[in-house]
């Protein structure tokens, strides 16, 4: 089981540019939920996917968008790229979306904005 | 409103002597609390969850934590610390407050000294 993969692991992107980061879910998964953490922070949620469709979303711009695929995997957007955005983005998957349900988190896309 | 607060930024302990990393949440429903580690350059591990049964839960390698209402308080404990401890933790909460809200504290950074 190769659990909750990531790509890229590394990204540096300029300012203004536009930014996709990718998750597959660990087998038997539904559900991926994306996170961003900036250095020295815990990990903020940014969105949860649910068969296909956005089901929460935290406090974030809608800069910030995604997409989950017919196989469970997902994508991460953002545009117009400021230099706060630069952060480690995580990925987690689960079965289900109830809150007591354990999450799966992948090594994260580190993301340099500049 | 719903928060989680770790008291502290940073614990150092001798290999061998008791770990204890504190936590404090706010939730205006029954949360489900959590505790995750991160080893550098590793994805986030859960250790272990409370989801409103047994309030001293056990987690993995040795841990455990106490979930006490009336101090808000779920406080992670190890009888014996190892060198392999040395990580960031992170304490969770999670609830339904006007929709699923996820909140990660900030993290404490263990320092295990041989």
């Known amino acids: 089981d190769a659990g909750v993969t990531q790509s890229p692991t590394h990204l540096i992107k300029t300012r203004g540019q536009q930014v996709t980061l990718r998750c597959s879910p660990k087998s038997g998964h539904d559900t991926v939920s994306w996170y961003q953490q900036a250095l020295g922070q815990g990990p903020q949620f940014i969105f949860q996917y649910y068969e296909e469709e956005e089901r929460q979303r935290g406090n974030f711009p809608d800069r910030f968008s995604g997409h989950q695929f017919p196989n469970y995997s997902s994508e991460l957007n953002v545009n117009a790229l400021l230099l706060g955005d630069s952060a480690l983005y995580l990925c987690a998957s689960s079965f289900g979306t109830g809150m007591n349900t354990e999450a799966f988190f992948g090594q994260g896309t580190r993301l340099t904005v500049v | ?114």
Request: a positive charge; one cysteine or more.
């Open chain 2, 1 to 114: 409103a719903q928060s989680v607060t770790q008291l502290d930024s940073h614990v150092s302990v001798s290999e061998g002597t008791p770990v204890l990393l504190r936590c404090n949440y706010s939730s205006s429903y029954s949360p489900s609390l959590f505790w995750y580690v991160q080893h550098p350059n590793k994805g986030l591990q859960l250790l272990l969850k409370y989801t409103s049964a047994a309030t001293l839960v056990k987690g993995i390698n040795g841990f455990e934590a106490e979930f006490k209402k009336s101090e808000t308080s779920f406080h992670l404990t190890k009888p014996s610390a190892h060198m392999s401890d040395a990580a960031e933790y992170f304490c969770v909460v999670s609830s339904y407050t006007g929709g699923f809200k996820t909140i990660f504290g900030a993290g404490t950074r263990l320092f295990v000294k041989a």
